[in-house]
């Protein structure tokens, strides 16, 4: 049976006290606590809709839970809910889901509610507790008046057992509490904050709710447990909620209230559990328990409540001996912290070449929002840069380096932090907003997204430009390089790895040029490597330095020149094949009459390709393959392994990249030439694949090269 509408409840007091009818002409105007959106109604489902004045109530417990106790989407105005179960089932011998007495949340000997939490607080788990005593489930909600702007907190609790009178109180605090103790006495964490909230109520078996009451916690100078305590004159105090009149600021009922028609058992749809029907969704008269307050009416609104800890005591006391409890995140208030790495212009970020200079400044942009927005906050962001880093980072967090000093925020919005980079490199931003323990709004970090970026080195180029020729046999010739696109080493008096953030820029680029003539053909090195270090885009070499020579015969010489480059902001240039360079590095010295005879060698080469036998199967990455050389089939047959020995010519591992249906890969040869006038070589092939999931395979000596080489013995020709 739905209990009767707030406005016919309403009807009836007035009614009852003929001298209050005559000034009571606004009830439908002044609103109590009960008579907001919410049904005080002592059960928990909104199926029958009550009206008080104008204002109708469509949202009880089962409009902000569902069945599994999760939480639904919030109705209008409704800013916060949360849902704690707080007892144990087991599987009985005949398969029937039957209540535990054991309970793993109860308050220690010793606990106080005028106890700061830390070090005042202790929790142990229980096998039995009185059935009274033992919450069942317990659950809370936040609401803002969308016309008075005024806040409200309602808050439930259900009981194993309605014997007797009862006591139960909830505390509402802003920060973070919480105790879990598997054996023994342990202490709980977290501390009270100014303006806590500690609601005590009593009520009675059949009788409804006699009393509630709200002390407020006072530390006004924030100073913590040795000075903060509990007021021990209540803020705020009511009755039943079925005898109430406009105005009541604070109320609480039950599903055993003397108003006629209420005392009665209540359906949940979540599962709970009494000591008369066991586990199901039954709650006997007086075992469900609810109340509400308005904050803003009793000077405790502007404030944000993140954590509800419902419980149950030997009595009104506010020294009372306090039994079980049930703790939930309410999580009333909530904060974000956005970030997205930006340049110095305010462009978005996630890949920038270092500049010559050595010097990028770049910025990260932290979006602060705090919910409620009407929240009076003052919190601090701290901003913290990983990185440089030579591989790819995606994460960063306040082991990073601390960029800059701590941003007071007071309002919702953009904070900006700035840095200059000398090092090319990989980064990451992190921004950790403080939050605000005073004002019950928690910190939080950004998740990281847009956060990372790349700060690329500089690719040079190195122009080069030799002797023009042609020359006389007996002359010098050399070749000038001229390092172009350096960038400045990173600085070393900063901060972060190396001291590169917010350094002063580091002198110019250096790392070795090196140069090596070929001639008079491009297989020959027949001068250098030589090498001359860098001084940033100077250049370097030409007549009378050591990268000049003087030819040993005459032909055409070609000059190859490489950088090394000065890591980790400047890359190197390779120093590419002789054919490869152009015109302007080759010489020709003018030859004389001479004789030529060739004796040409070459180096033997070979590849493979492995392929799972499995359609769809990928070979793992990383798996060895060996080439081996061999002057003989007998010696391949052999399978000797020390080249030199055995008829074992060259021997050469690849190591195979990523995993793939099918790989290749192939011989590298530079070490290993054959210049025999005939002459048949075989190749033996191995694979490994490197894990138990496949089978490694080999070529069987079947694989040969059969060369026949012929110099050339006679005086040869003019040229060109």
Request: hydrophobic fraction near 30%.
């Amino acid at each position: 049976m739905k209990r009767m509408s707030s406005g016919l409840r309403r009807t009836l007091i007035v009614l009852s006290a003929a001298a209050m009818l005559v000034v009571s002409t606004g009830i439908g105007n002044v609103l109590a606590v009960h008579d907001e959106a919410f049904q005080l109604d002592g059960d928990v489902s909104d199926s029958t809709t009550t009206t008080v004045g104008t204002k109708t109530q469509a949202t009880d417990w089962d409009s902000l839970f569902n069945a599994d106790t999760t939480r639904k989407a919030f109705p209008t105005d409704f800013t916060a809910s949360a849902f704690k179960a707080d007892f144990a089932t087991t599987t009985s011998k005949k398969g029937t889901l039957v209540f535990s007495t054991a309970d793993a949340t109860t308050f220690a000997t010793g606990s106080k509610d005028t106890l700061d939490i830390t070090p005042g607080w202790q929790c142990s788990p229980a096998n039995n507790l009185l059935s009274k005593n033992d919450i069942m489930n317990a659950y809370s909600a936040a609401y803002t008046d969308p016309t008075s702007s005024h806040q409200f907190l309602y808050f439930g609790m259900e009981r194993n057992s309605n014997n007797g009178d009862a006591n139960v109180a909830f505390w509402f605090l802003q920060g973070d509490a919480d105790c879990s103790s598997p054996k023994g006495n342990v202490a709980w964490s977290g501390h009270h904050t100014d303006g806590d909230i500690l609601i005590v109520s009593a009520f009675t078996n059949g009788g409804g709710v006699s009393t509630i009451n709200a002390y407020r916690w006072n530390d006004p100078d924030g100073s913590g447990p040795t000075v903060g305590s509990l007021g021990t004159t209540s803020v705020a105090n009511g009755a039943d909620c079925s005898s109430t009149l406009a105005g009541d600021s604070i109320c609480a009922t039950t599903n055993g209230s003397p108003s006629p028609g209420l005392n009665h058992s209540i359906t949940t749809p979540w599962q709970t559990s009494n000591a008369t029907d066991n586990v199901g969704h039954t709650l006997q008269p007086s075992e469900f328990f609810e109340g509400g307050i308005d904050l803003t009416a009793n000077h405790l609104g502007d404030k944000c409540f993140n954590t509800f800890i419902g419980d149950t005591r030997s009595s009104q006391s506010l020294t009372a001996t306090i039994f079980d409890y049930a703790r939930g995140t309410l999580g009333e208030c909530k904060s974000t912290t956005a970030t997205r790495a930006k340049t110095a212009a305010g462009a978005n970020l996630s890949s920038i070449d270092i500049p010559a200079i050595g010097t990028l400044s770049i910025k990260d942009t932290a979006t602060i929002g705090v919910t409620p927005a009407s929240t009076v906050f003052s919190g601090t962001v701290q901003f913290y840069l990983c990185g440089p880093s030579v591989t790819e980072i995606t994460t960063c967090d306040s082991s990073g380096t601390p960029i800059g000093s701590t941003h007071t925020v007071t309002a919702n919005g953009d904070v900006d932090q700035t840095a200059t980079l000398t090092s090319a490199g990989y980064y990451c931003w992190h921004a950790v907003f403080s939050g605000d323990s005073s004002a019950g709004v928690p910190g939080s970090e950004d998740d990281g997204t847009h956060e990372c970026f790349v700060v690329n080195p500089l690719q040079p180029t190195l122009p080069t430009q030799a002797t023009t020729g042609p020359v006389d046999f007996g002359s010098k010739i050399s070749d000038t390089v001229t390092p172009t696109g350096t960038a400045n080493k990173p600085g070393t008096n900063g901060v972060g790895p190396g001291g590169t953030i917010n350094a002063t820029r580091g002198g110019a680029a250096t790392g070795n040029v090196t140069l090596t003539a070929y001639g008079p053909d491009c297989v020959t090195a027949v001068y250098g490597p030589i090498s001359i270090a860098a001084n940033g885009d100077a250049a370097l070499g030409g007549p009378g330095t050591t990268f000049e020579f003087t030819p040993a015969a005459p032909g055409q010489y070609t000059f190859v020149a490489s950088y090394a480059g000065d890591s980790p902001n400047t890359l190197s240039v390779p120093a590419g094949t002789c054919a490869s360079q152009p015109s302007n590095e080759q010489v020709t010295v003018r030859t004389i009459p001479s004789a030529i005879t060739t004796a040409p060698t070459y180096f033997p080469q070979d590849s493979m390709t492995i392929t799972s036998t499995v359609t769809g199967n990928n070979l793992p990455a990383g798996g060895t393959v060996v080439f081996r050389l061999y002057s003989s089939l007998a010696s391949c047959q052999a399978h000797g392994d020390t080249v030199g020995v055995g008829g074992l010519l060259y021997k050469e591992s690849k190591t195979l990249g990523a995993a793939a249906h099918s790989q290749n890969t192939a011989t590298d040869n530079t070490t290993y030439r054959e210049s025999a006038a005939s002459a048949t070589l075989y190749w033996r092939v191995t694979y490994a694949p490197g894990d138990t999931a496949h089978t490694g395979r080999q070529s069987d000596c079947t694989e040969s090269i059969l060369s026949t080489i012929a110099g050339d013995s006679g005086s040869g020709t003019l040229f060109p």
